[in-house]
């Protein structure tokens, strides 16, 4: 694996890195090497001199510059230390191959060369704001040191990255060491690729590819391993009477346990002593050595794990192909694999496949995705191919066009074809839809008669922003509408008298929304009947694949009139957005209006659809008033976490703000804990993420178990928890563990399983494939890789099994739906008695049940005292206790901090490892996706097109404006989209 740390003193450095150099030992002629094209410019080449080392770490560099001043320290430079897998070691150093060692060196240089060219920067002033620039070369001294602090067998690099580069102009400057540390999982997986494809070539067989692209030799059992690992075991020790087991607490445990490294004075002493510990415990490197050199005289090792994946030996490319062809499921015209395999090399052919699958894995949930994720993605299936072999398949998609280039801001970024395509269809939707409505009520008339309505009917005044959006609803004569509302606008408020004018003049009306739970508050909260999103696109499937005519005709005189409101709708992907909005023209409804808000949590699926859709040209009216927030401070926290100002959010929360370093979980739950059971009912426990949410609600649970309010009497269940994977991945037996639960939807005939849960039995990463369990005991091999790499829904689903102790009293939230008995995925419940063989309980909504042991609703159930962000949204509650922590740096974004902030109508307290890290880290990263046009550049071209029709200059602007309401009671209807790009 690759560690990242900054060197802390110049001295110290130069003396440590050459005290254990295998190389001092090992060949006298060398004590470490210079490496990188700055190397180079300042003169420095062959063996590392320490005096110059230090030097070069002071700031001082060979040609007479100096950098830093006397009033600033000079930090020394990073420390990239490249460790080789034990097992390697052991081959390596105990067995005494030194071609390894060679391999894992020569890895490293290459995948330092890419670090150089793609990852060195400095800063340089422009117009007085630093900039971050390229400067493509390093300054890194390597050293190779053999041992860990125990002595025992441990090979691995110290790459000593200088502080120091030079910039454009020619000037040395400071190196940027950003994104060497935000890389480094990268560089790691970029490391053992190559590494792997060396060692094949010499014979070896690599076991598991794990995290990062780490692997172990096959012949060197983990008890082996183990038994030549002591600092492993002692840092895990460790870590066992910690109350943490986060990446901060495992570096803590690491210092704590961390003794002196002593001298080598005996080398040759000290590898004898490893090989009598080796033979004491039945392990023989040597044997292992053998088996490779025979596997490689007979040709296998240059093949590799290719030959492995076909079963057989196979040596002709032609024979290869068409083995992994057939192994994949590659069908004929597939845009992401080349037509010609037969022509390429192994490697090439296994590039292919693993850039065609970091394609699909990345376009599921991203639109747009960097260069340097999809490297990632590629390097992390496993196959046996480095990252030139990966990089050259990439262009080779961008010149097809099958994958486009970014454009302007976005250079670095790459979008599908497909999701360009998908995008277009959306905005060209819309313009159909454009004009292709009558007014439901006069649009000078509609803003009156709403107002009348809601003041007589529920007694409250609409404000503009409302009204401005009721009239939008009822008068335009666009078919496709959206309305944006901040959180917390009153978009209820404003629809219930819209319903109820909407059924007087005889309309249907019909809400959608992505979860249960939203359709279940959008139902009570306005009277709308509602339904899921899946569950409409389910019922109007046969339309969108090209139903019969008699079918459609049904349709449209059904929806006929009808009035579609789509709730928080930044929710929805590509991929339903585009079925909703043609089936909103096939069906020829009045009116399909997407109602949300553009800044908060978007789909878990590709794409941002509604804010597209607003910077496209779509009539939008703006509800900009947050009238939810009941104090003045939380008022000022939520307006300022909507315009982005996190400091000043944080800020406004002043003292509800909680650091509390580890632990931040426990304290949260035990902040609810200690209120009075009226208060708990008006707090929501919000948490960032899954983890934190189930340290939470295992410390509520402890917390009520041991004051007595929960009944003693526990039921033990195993419940499935999601494995969160996609529809690629689930195509590679190494997602698959033993002991997991693989659900099936539907039959899949191809492969003889019917509709059902199996269990795991075990997978072989070789053949592609998964031995399941069914109900009935009996097993069937599942042919993973032989699942469609496309489609419009999961194939199967994978589930982790989790124990959950279950009392009366807990509160619960279920993970799958019984419409039957309505129980409905993510809807809460209340266990109100456990006994022997049943579980008493009652829903959200009053409904009493009394569930069997053995119902399988008790499978899809998990603890509900706190909600992750996801869950939260749309959600409001009185007050609210919230975990978030600066580390997990995916979940610590903008949306995420906005839904979080804006839920509450009275207080909110935050629970945080460290305030000005975790604010810095959610200023940084907004969590907005980027769109397919937005990344090429086409979404200015769809906004320009708005002007063509009217709207506002504002459309070209690169940040949407608010749209200013109109005034009280104006009659106006509300002006067409004035946003853009």
Known sequence: MLSVANVRTAGGAARYFAADNYYTRADADRSGEWFGKGADKLGLSGEVDAKTFEAILKGFLPDGTRLGTDKREHRAGTDLTFSMPKSWSLLALVGGDRRILEAYTEAVKETLAWAERNLAETRIEVRGKDKAVATGNLTVALFMHDTNRNQEPNAHIHAVVANATQGPDGKWRALRNDKLWEHNTLLNAMTMARFRISVERLGYEVGEIGKHGNFEAVGVRKSVRDAFSSRRAEILGQLEGMASRSLAARSAANLMTRSEKSTVEDRSALVSAWKEKARSIGFDPTAVMARANARAAQGLGEVGKLTSIVRGTVTRAQDLAAALAERFGLREGDPLMPQD????????????????????????????????????????????????????????????????????????????????????????????????????????????????????????????????????????????????????????????????????????????????????????????????????????????????????????????????????????????????????????????????????????????????????????????????????????????????????????????????????????????????????????????????????????????????????????????????????????????????????????????????????????????????????????????????????????????????????????????????????????????GISRDTVSLVTSTGIAHDLPASDPMLKRLDLAYALNAHMAQGLTSDRGIAVMDSRERNLSNQQTFLVTVTRLRDGLTLFVNDASRLGAAIARNTGMKRSALETVGLLREAAASGLARGNSEAALQSEPPVLKEPPEREKAMVKPFEMGI
């Open 341 to 832: 395999l037969a022509k390429r090399s192994p490697e090439q052919v296994a590039a292919a496949h693993a850039v065609a699958s970091a394609v699909r894995h990345l376009a599921e949930r991203e639109a747009a995705f960097s260069k340097v994720d999809l490297y990632r993605a590629a390097l992390g299936f496993g196959l046996p191919a480095a990252l030139p072999a990966i990089e050259q398949r990439v262009q080779q998609l961008v010149r097809q066009g099958a994958l486009q280039r970014g454009a302007g801001v976005s250079q670095v970024m790459l979008t599908t074809k497909d999701a360009v395509a998908s995008e277009q269809r959306i905005v060209a939707a819309v313009e159909e839809g454009r004009g292709k409505a009558s007014p439901i009520i006069n649009a000078d008339a509609a803003g009156a008669r709403l107002q009348s309505l809601s003041q007589m009917r529920y007694g409250i005044k609409l404000n503009a922003g409302q009204e401005a959006a009721g009239r939008l609803l009822l008068g335009s004569t666009n078919r496709i509408v959206a309305i944006q509302g901040v959180a917390g606008a009153g978009k209820s408020t404003v629809l219930k008298p819209v319903a109820d004018i909407l059924r007087e003049e005889g309309r249907v009306v019909l809400g959608l929304a992505v979860q249960n739970t939203l359709v279940q508050m959008l139902e009570r909260d306005t009277g709308i009947p509602s339904m899921t999103v899946a569950r409409f696109l389910r019922r109007h499937q046969d339309l969108l694949e090209g139903g019969d005519a008699a079918r459609l005709t049904e349709a449209r005189a059904e929806m006929k009139g009808a009035v579609i409101l789509l709730d928080e709708a930044s929710m929805v992907g590509n991929a339903d957005k585009e079925k909703l909005v043609l089936l909103a023209n096939l069906l020829g409804v009045d009116r399909f209006a997407s109602i949300g808000d553009r800044k908060q949590l978007g789909a878990v699926d590709a794409g941002k659809p509604f804010d597209v859709m607003q910077r496209s040209g779509i009539e939008t009216a703006t509800m900009n008033r947050n009238i939810r927030a009941r104090t003045k401070a939380l008022r000022a926290a939520q307006q300022a976490a909507q315009g982005g100002r996190i400091d000043d959010a944080l800020r406004h929360l002043g003292k509800s703000v909680i650091e509390v370093g580890e632990g931040a979980a426990i304290e949260a739950a035990a902040a609810w804990l200690s209120l009075a059971p009226v208060e708990r009912d008006r707090t929501a426990i919000y948490a960032s993420g899954r983890a934190l949410r189930s340290e939470v609600n295992a410390a509520v649970q402890t917390g009520l178990k041991a004051n007595g309010e929960l009944g003693q009497t526990a039921l033990r269940l195993d419940v499935l928890s999601r494995v969160n994977t996609t529809r690629e991945e689930l195509r590679y037996a190494s997602s698959y563990r033993p002991g997991m639960v693989a659900v099936f939807d539907r039959d899949n005939r191809a492969q003889k399983l019917g509709k059902g849960t199996y269990t795991v039995i075990e997978s072989d990463r070789q053949r592609g494939s998964v031995t399941l369990e069914g109900e009935g005991g009996k097993r069937t091999v599942l042919k993973v890789d032989r699942l469609r790499p496309n489609g419009d829904y999961d194939p199967l689903r994978l589930f982790e099994v989790k124990r959950l102790d279950l009392h009366a009293g807990d509160r619960i939230r279920w993970t799958e739906t019984d419409h039957r008995r309505g129980l409905i995925n993510a809807d809460q419940a209340r266990i109100t």
